[in-house]
């Protein structure tokens, strides 16, 4: 239970801050040798689960206001949704049986961490309301790459966002919205697998790692939100390098 709760932490922080959340979830358990129901991906679907319903609470005026007043932007968000949809749907089971390597993983982090250097240094000026088709298919394709574990989902797409011109904030609002149907899909996706098969489950234990992302990440929302602000992403960068290089040591111990 205990491990269900941290697992449930470590996601609601990691989902949205430009860390990468699937990396932590496979580093964790491989650090501290956990296993059993905690080291699944039907786990893994639960947490994931959580940080969707901290996303609709924190953005359902957001979703109101596009289905009733800013159509154009709803579809940029949809036409935004479509390259990473299909790489989880057609890639899925690649990356689950190739990718989860903590080698690699440490890689992304640094790769990934010096592109959101770059990105920083971008003239940023531009509102979310004047996206047009080629801005919402850059960050589109920029998010399918988060697929790969270590990149961060929200690290790859603010990116892509303040190299199209947007102001940080703006970015990040943008990114957060395009999470929303990408989880949504990709729970639902896994769902079937995951809690309709012949295996019996630990409810609770899945509900506590469910309402501990849950929790902490709304809070995560609000804080980075507000971070953005007035800070560019150098200390999450900072914090990559030294994931990765901790990861290498890891991996040299292990070996």
Known sequence: MIEAVILGIVQ???????????AHLILFPWFFNWSGSVDTLTFDVALHAGTLF??????WKDWKDLLLKKQKLFGMIMLASVPGGGAGYLLN???????????????????????MLIAEKTLKKKDLEIMGLR???????????????????????????LFR????????????????????????????????????YDLMLFAAG????FITGYFT????????????MNIFVYYRFVLSAVIIAGIWLKG
Not at 54 to 59: C, D, H, P, V
Not at 137 to 161: D, E, H, K, N, Y
Not at 223 to 228: S, T
């Open 54 to 59: 901290a996303l609709i609470l924190s953005f």
């Open 135 to 161: 801005d919402a298919l850059f960050i589109g394709i920029a998010q399918a790459l988060a697929i790969i574990p270590g990149v961060s989902r929200s690290g790859i797409t603010i990116s892509a966002g």
């Open 221 to 232: 929302i609000k804080f980075l939100l507000g971070f953005l602000r007035r800070y560019p």
């Open 93 to 115: 089971d690649i990356v689950e049986n190739s990718l989860r390597k903590p080698l690699l993983i440490s890689l992304m982090l640094i790769v990934v961490g010096i592109i």
């Open 210 to 213: 469910l309402i501990s992302s």
């Open 12 to 22: 609601g922080i990691t989902e949205f801050l430009p860390v990468s959340s699937t």
């Open 165 to 200: 011109g947007y102001k940080r904030e703006e970015a990040a609002r943008f990114s957060f919205l395009l999470a929303t149907p990408l989880i949504a899909g990709a729970t639902l996706l896994h769902f079937e697998k995951a809690f309709l098969g012949q295996q019996n």
